[in-house]
């Protein structure tokens, strides 16, 4: 028999926030942020739950909780419309385009039922007997104290420091003209991102909405559930054999479980007198019956159990109902699913029972605003404590809101995710700096990673200054037309220190680079330098860029620099009588001779291309050829350093990135490490970072200063993968600060990949308060430009000759690689 939904609707208005039904039942809807899945503690799950708990207990006598969880399989859609996209980013937005995920909304619903309302059963639904029982409106002082309530439900909730609860409007709740409301997404399974969209409901033979063939499993019955239940479950995916790792006990219903699907969760507040006085009438039933039957005495000890652990802990007795209703719109696809969720039940220690008869009717009870109608039939006893654990804790990642930030890959489905960890986490107060360590062994997707970070920083407009020893960086230096500064013999590393830009003059900062340069290249380290001999230089340099601006026509550089002391500064020495142990100008020549034209390294400062360095915005410097090499390393990571410095102090309102490599280590023994130590300590007052990348742990502790200026200053630490240091791992967490929860995820990373797609996990901790891990997956295009390995670095540099530029000839390779594939 068909009857119009307008008939049967149990929603008679919506005013001021709240639901009223023709029964006379008010409800309050809340939109609810929960904690991203991964990411809770076993102590944080208790204290989540305790939270609940609490909350639950303000709730006044015949409120009804209903907590409803929206699990909508979605695709990711991708922005093309920017027209500054760079090649890279707009190959990570096809690359992602479609890609399916989970979509995750949560709604809690409070209501207030009438004092006389009689309860409803599967007979008594208003499905099928609407309106019933006409009822008074409720009066304003007792709609007063129901909103009080569920205002107190709200900030206890609010002030655990898991949620955000946000009062649902009147437009979310009911349709309007152009989109519809939570109601008729619930009746007709619909997105919420959809028009209003109307389709036909089903009762025949189960439940059929429109297309859409709906399942429900209904956790109704104390037999079927777990003999015991906690917050907190153990996930044996991304445990290893050090560590437990943990999720919510219905995690397996919610975001792990990946088909659409609703989790329903009822918990009815009864009054405690009438229920205790109720039950010790059936014990005493049962104890009258025990003789005849086992099951009335396995009844009757139940029962006892029950109101004995009401009184001794001071337990609240509730009925409890929870459902899951599932669908698809292929018949074929429902068997797959049913062993899905099958399955997810049985994780739970859950018999799964599906339900027919009565699944019209707890379809129906879960309407937003018809919670009061639920058939009590369907509930089981329990304390408020119990129940809790059964309410779905967590969500699915979120984006960061900013601007700054990298694309990394949410854990389960790879969902790109925009997540900042640089400028954020200091407004939200759980960092001081934006300085980062990241510590990753060979094979981890270390480079790949650092790769993409340092990508996305200078697409928003930042300054780079990479040390590398392995040329892991080359790709995308030439990919965004840095200078990638480098050795071998026929193309030895150049720098032109003497050079300034035009527009430009020198100043202090330049002088004083300059003068640390020229006493590195004059005394040893164990050599101290006079007072006045610096006196002398900086005279020196003075006097030289002087005779620069009278004449223009030298070029300033080393060689000229030299040819002016030679000449000119020698007689102005010889005219004011200065004596050589004040400053000895032909030792200082002759020990600096080899940098002089002719000399052996006269190339290192006299660099005619690549000058102005101050204003280029991605530089490498890679130190493969020259780490071991005892005059020109100590040189070329001063000339680093103060470069950085220089950007750090001039560069205003422009974020500076400092990421050195495996270098660091060759750096600290030069006498370097008070050049990284002041670095790490002052680059957060120039809006910079400074990052450092290593292997081994023992490297840092190698060097106490560089272990406690980059422990120390480094709020956010990046891990990749763990797995070969698992039995030592315990000297890396004292050494790192990390908590037991953070060595719980550092050690799931890749744990559990997908196979059938290629990337690698990577663990950020942020001051020690928010920690995720992450996917760094990236499309072809962006593999090609950061791949570390020889064969293929090869094929794309000849790509790049073939076919005019590295961005054509990434593109050829990688659409002939596919087409390889596709084969």
């Not at 669908?327 to 969720?341: A, G, P, Q, Y």
């Not at 997707?445 to 040329?471: C, P, Q, W």
Request: aromatic share 12%; proline share 3%; with cysteine.
């Amino acid at each position: 028999m068909e009857r119009l939904l307008d008939e049967l609707i149990p929603i008679m208005e919506v005013s001021d926030g709240c639901l009223l039904s023709k029964q006379g039942d008010v409800t309050m809807g809340f939109e609810v942020q929960l904690p991203e899945i991964f990411t809770l503690s076993d102590q944080q799950y208790d204290a989540f739950h305790q939270s609940w708990v609490k909350a639950l207990k303000m709730l006044p006598v015949g409120s009804v909780f209903h907590k409803q969880d929206y699990f909508i399989k979605s695709a990711y859609k991708a922005d093309f419309s920017k027209e500054d996209t760079s090649f890279l980013s707009h190959s990570s937005e096809r690359f992602f385009n479609e890609r399916p995920f989970l979509d995750h909304r949560c709604y809690v619903f409070i209501t207030k039922k009438p004092s006389d309302r009689k309860p409803s059963s599967s007979i008594f639904s208003n499905l099928l007997r609407p309106s019933l029982f006409p009822k008074e409106t409720l009066s304003e002082q007792i709609l007063q104290e129901f909103r009080g309530s569920a205002g107190q439900f709200k900030r206890i909730m609010e002030d655990s420091g898991f949620v955000k609860m946000r009062l649902l409007k009147n437009e979310e709740l009911l349709s309007t003209a152009g989109k519809q409301g939570l109601v008729e997404q619930y009746m007709y399974l619909s997105d919420s991102s959809t028009s209003k969209l109307l389709r036909d409901i089903y009762f025949e033979k189960g439940i059929k909405i429109g297309d859409q063939y709906c399942q429900l499993y209904a956790l109704a019955d104390a037999a079927d559930l777990p003999g015991s239940c906690s917050p907190g479950i153990h996930y044996e995916k991304y445990s290893s054999d050090r560590t437990k790792f943990s999720t919510g006990f219905a995690s397996s219903l919610g975001q792990l479980l990946s088909c659409n699907h609703i989790y329903n969760q009822f918990i009815f507040i009864e009054d405690a007198d009438k229920t205790l006085k109720r039950l010790e009438s059936k014990r005493l039933r049962l104890q009258s019956l025990s003789l005849h039957a086992r099951e009335n005495h396995l009844a009757l000890d139940a029962t006892n159990e029950f109101l004995n652990e009401a009184i001794r802990e001071q337990r609240m007795p509730v009925k409890a109902h929870f459902n899951l209703m599932v669908w698809s719109d292929d018949l074929t696809e429902l068997k797959e699913i049913k062993n899905m969720t099958t399955s997810a039940l049985a994780q739970m220690d859950i018999s799964a029972r599906q339900e027919i008869v009565g699944a019209p009717q707890i379809y129906w009870a879960g309407i937003p605003g018809n919670q009061a109608d639920f058939p009590m039939n369907e509930t089981f006893d329990t304390f408020t404590e119990q129940a809790a654990c059964f309410l779905n804790l967590e969500s699915s990642y979120r984006n960061s809101l900013s601007p700054v930030g990298i694309r990394l890959g949410d854990r389960l489905t790879g969902r790109p995710i925009h997540v900042d960890i640089s400028d954020e986490p200091i407004r939200m107060g759980i960092c001081t700096n934006r300085n980062k360590f990241i510590l990753g062994p060979s094979g981890s997707g270390k480079s790949f990673f650092t790769n993409h970070m340092v990508r996305s920083y200078y697409e928003t407009g930042a300054h780079i200054v990479l040390v590398d020893v392995g040329h892991s960086y080359k790709g995308l230096c030439d990919m965004v037309g840095g200078y990638y500064f480098t050795y071998d013999e026929k193309h030895p590393i150049e720098f032109n220190p003497f050079f300034i830009p035009e527009g430009e003059q020198l100043d202090t900062e330049k002088k004083e680079s300059i003068k640390t340069l020229l006493l590195s290249l004059w005394k040893k380290d164990d050599e101290t330098f006079k007072r006045s001999e610096y006196v002398a230089l900086s005279n020196a340099l003075t006097l030289y860029f002087a005779h620069l601006d009278k004449n223009p026509k030298i070029f300033p550089c080393f060689n000229s620099f030299y040819e002016f002391l030679k000449t000119e500064f020698i007689r102005i020495i010889e005219t004011d009588n200065v004596k050589e142990k004040d400053f000895d100008i032909h030792n200082f020549l002759y020990v600096l001779m080899p940098y002089y034209r002719g000399g052996e390294f006269d190339y290192l400062l006299n660099a005619s291309k690549n000058l102005d360095l101050l204003h280029q915005r991605f530089i490498v410097f890679e130190l493969d050829n020259i780490k071991e090499h005892v005059i020109l390393f100590p040189i070329v990571t001063i000339i680093i350093m103060e470069l950085f410095i220089s950007k750090m102090r001039k560069m205003e309102g422009v974020r500076k990135v400092l990421l050195i490599e495996e270098a660091w280590k060759a750096i600290a023994k030069e006498g370097m490490a008070e050049y990284i130590k002041y670095i790490f300590k002052t680059v957060r007052k120039y809006f910079g970072e400074a990052i450092v990348v290593t292997q081994e742990v023992e490297d840092i502790i190698s060097s106490p200063i560089v272990k406690q200026a980059i422990i120390n200053n480094s709020d956010c630490k990046i891990l990749l993968d763990q797995s070969k240091y698992q039995n030592k791992f315990d000297q890396i967490q004292e050494l790192l600060g990390l908590t037991e929860k953070e060595k719980a995820l550092v050690l799931s990373v890749n744990k559990a990949n997908d196979p059938l797609r290629k990337y690698k996990e990577v663990f950020i901790s942020l001051g020690g308060t928010l920690s995720r891990v992450y996917r760094t997956e990236v499309s072809p295009q962006e593999y090609l430009t950061y791949t570390t390995e020889q064969t293929e670095k090869l094929k794309v540099a000849q790509y790049a000759k073939k076919h005019g530029s590295i961005e054509k000839g990434i593109q050829a390779l990688s659409e002939e690689i596919r087409s390889s594939k596709v084969a």
